[in-house]
Structures are given as structure tokens and as C-alpha cells.
């Protein structure tokens, strides 16, 4: 725990102090070309498959997902959007995935580095997906990937995490629906922070 | 230095050799469903031992693995004056996954080095094999999990038979020590895991 905690630490100082690729959190998304949310208004979870996330710590762990579903259906109230159980317009569908990843500082070959220590890091990516539920097509998804090393083993935190990175997601969910929609940002500036 | 510190000193260095050169720090966490009131619950019960395909070898089909689990389990249940249910519903179910994976760390050798020469900085990575055991706790009535606690250490002791009642004992220990008490709400500690 605390190894994790420091090595999260000098993650941090990494990042801040090269601009290496371990960005803390990168978050983008996708609508689909003539989508107007506007004209959708219910929603319902898809069954969840009780899939593999690339972590036993988060595999069929219900505290998680209770957590992940709360703070998504926040941020689809606040927008207006409503659960339903019969017949509803959207379905809503998350999938969350957790993979070791490495960074590696590329020397020239005369160069000795006291400071090039490969970066070792848990990635995890969730992703939201709306999707319509006559036609099943995908209408919008917005995604995040940060670094969650030693997150997981502190339930507060994770929490708190999960919270953030909804919030993050759903920012980016082109609202108000109605009116014209603001010129798409261009990927130089899609959330890098 | 004082004599008693310099003989705690010792034994410590005393016990990271017994532990052969890994000394790596087990870790050990958990997750609490919110709001539990503990006190409900009074006896427990073995999920059948189906799911359990590790896709290792040395757990698979391993009596010794499962008997010092559900062993260092139910010790530790039973000082929380947990009973093990005899007949009819119990209020929890227990369920045990042990999983071994391959993971990667910054070698322990380069470490002291500090300092990387090979161009891609590649020999400070090592990969290592890296065990879970996680253990849910189900509340029976409701079908829901109430707690989840999972330890992470190499699995390179796991040769000796030994070695692993060791592993298993202090990851079960460690682990338990996290499962809330009863009158105590279900609340993590702050800093979330628990203090060695």
C-alpha cells in the first residue's frame, strides 16, 4: 500500500516534471454524425456482463459497480434524462478495464539517466456508452484513461475517483441538446489536464 | 544506538533474510459495502468450491492451498465469535479466487543502481508472478456482497509448502483485519488498507 502510494507520488512529479506520455487523465469521446440527443429522454441500464475488467480486485465486484451506476445516473438526471423500465428510448452501458503499462524513457546510447526509471503504472479505462434501444445503434460514448495505481486498494479514494471520472465523461455530452451545438474541440485540446 | 534498538534491528534484518530475497511487501486491501451494520450477522457458510479454476498449477486442485485458506478464514471468523453454520441458511457466504498473474516492476537489482544505462532503460523492468487471493463475503438474504478483501505478493514462496501456510496465514490475517466489527459502522479507515 504505501509502495504504491509513493510510487504514485513520484508518478505525479514525473508527469509534472517532463511531459512524458503518462498524462494523469486523458478524456475524449464520440457522437455519432446527426445525433440529437435531444430527442431521446429515457433511459435503462444494459444487463451488465459480469466481464472481465483486467483486475480481480474490480471482477464482479458489486461495490464497484453500484458506485460507477450511482454517478452515472447523476449525471443523466442532471441532464434531464430519466430511468425508466419499460420501453425505454436509451440504454446505458459501461464497461471498465485495467491494465498495467509501462513507460520507458528512450536514452541515446552514450547517455547514462539517473532520472529514466521505467514508469510502471496501473492504466484503467471506463467508457460510457448511449446507445438507441430500437435500433441499437451507438449514439455516444465518452471514455477516460488515468492512472489508478494504488487507487484500488483505498475504497475512499477509488470512490472518489469514480465520481471525478463520470463527471469528466459526462462533460463532454453535448448539453443542451437543443440549439446549436458548440464547434467540436479539436483533439490538440480534448482533455488533457 | 541503544543495545535494545540495535537487538530489534537485528532481528528484523534476521527475519528479511528467513524470507529469502523476497521481500517484497504483501498487499493487502479491501472493500466494505457502506452503511453495514455487522452485528446481523452471526454464521457462515462455504460457497461450493466450483469456480475455482486459478489456471495455475500449483493452486488447481491444490488441498493444501484450499485447506489454509478456509483454515486461516474461519480462525479468524471465529475470534469475531463468527460460527460456522451447521444446518439451514447461514447468514453469509463465503467465497474464495485465487489468481495468478504476470506483472511487471522495476527490477529489485537495477533499483540500487539508480541509474540506467541500457538504451531503452529496459533491464530496470522484471517481471514477476504475482498472486491474488481474494476472498467475498455474501450476505445470503439480500444475495448481496458485503465485502470484498484481496491480498497481492509474489507467488515464488508458493514452491515450498511452508512458505505458502506462511503466505496464506498472513494475507488471510491481513486481510481480516480489515472486515469490519460489529457496533463499529462499516466505514474504510481513512487511508484506506490496513496498518501492518
Not at chain 1, 487523465?25 to 455519432?32: F, G, I, K, M, N
Not at chain 1, 451506476?69 to 446505458?92: D, I, W, Y
Not at chain 2, 529489485?108 to 487471493?133: I, K, M, N, P, Q
Request: hydrophobic share 40%; with cysteine; glycine share 6%.
Amino acid at each position: 500500500m504505501r509502495v504504491s502510494r509513493s510510487r504514485l507520488a513520484a508518478a505525479l512529479t514525473i508527469c509534472s516534471l517532463t511531459i512524458s506520455g503518462c498524462a494523469v487523465r486523458r478524456v475524449d469521446s464520440y457522437l455519432a454524425r446527426g445525433v440529437n440527443l435531444a430527442s431521446y429522454r429515457t433511459y435503462a441500464w444494459r444487463p451488465v456482463q459480469p466481464g472481465a475488467t483486467g483486475d480481480v480486485r474490480l471482477d464482479n465486484n458489486e461495490m464497484f459497480q453500484e458506485r460507477v451506476q450511482a454517478a452515472v445516473e447523476r449525471q443523466l438526471a442532471s441532464r434531464g434524462f430519466e430511468k425508466t423500465v419499460a420501453a425505454p428510448q436509451l440504454l446505458v452501458h459501461y464497461h471498465a478495464n485495467v491494465e498495467q503499462r509501462i513507460d520507458l524513457t528512450e536514452l541515446e546510447p552514450w547517455e547514462s539517466c539517473a532520472e529514466c526509471k521505467p514508469f510502471i503504472y496501473d492504466a484503467s479505462t471506463l467508457m460510457i456508452d448511449l446507445v438507441d434501444a430500437r435500433t441499437n445503434d451507438l449514439l455516444w460514448r465518452g471514455w477516460s484513461q488515468s492512472n489508478i495505481d494504488g487507487i484500488v486498494d483505498n475504497q475512499r479514494w477509488l470512490e472518489e475517483q469514480i465520481d471525478e471520472t463520470v463527471a469528466k465523461i459526462f462533460e463532454r455530452l453535448p448539453f443542451p441538446f437543443s440549439g446549436p451545438l458548440a464547434p467540436r474541440e479539436s483533439r490538440e485540446d480534448a482533455g488533457l489536464e | 544506538m541503544s543495545r535494545h534498538s540495535y537487538t530489534a534491528a537485528l532481528a528484523i534484518g534476521l527475519a528479511a533474510i528467513a524470507a529469502g530475497c523476497a521481500v517484497t511487501s504483501m498487499n493487502v486491501s479491501s472493500h466494505v459495502r457502506r452503511g453495514l451494520d455487522i452485528g446481523q450477522y452471526s454464521t457462515y457458510a462455504w460457497a461450493p468450491a466450483d469456480a475455482l479454476p486459478t489456471g495455475d498449477p500449483r493452486l488447481d486442485q491444490n488441498p493444501y492451498f484450499q485447506d489454509y485458506v478456509q483454515g486461516a478464514v474461519e480462525k479468524q471468523l471465529a475470534s469475531r465469535g463468527m460460527l460456522a453454520s451447521r444446518a439451514g441458511t447461514p447468514d453469509l457466504l463465503l467465497h474464495y479466487h485465487a489468481s495468478i498473474d504476470t506483472r511487471i516492476d522495476v527490477s529489485r537489482s537495477e533499483r540500487e543502481y539508480e541509474r540506467c544505462h541500457s538504451s531503452d532503460c529496459s533491464s530496470w523492468v522484471e517481471r514477476y508472478e504475482a498472486g491474488t487471493l481474494v476472498i467475498d463475503v455474501v450476505d445470503t438474504r439480500a444475495n448481496l456482497l458485503i465485502w470484498r478483501g484481496w491480498a497481492q505478493d509474489s507467488v515464488e514462496a508458493f514452491e515450498n509448502r511452508d512458505r505458502m501456510r506462511q503466505k496464506v496465514t498472513e494475507a488471510v490475517r491481513r486481510m481480516m483485519a480489515t472486515f469490519p466489527r460489529a457496533g463499529s459502522d462499516a466505514r474504510p479507515p481513512a487511508h484506506g488498507g490496513e496498518q501492518p
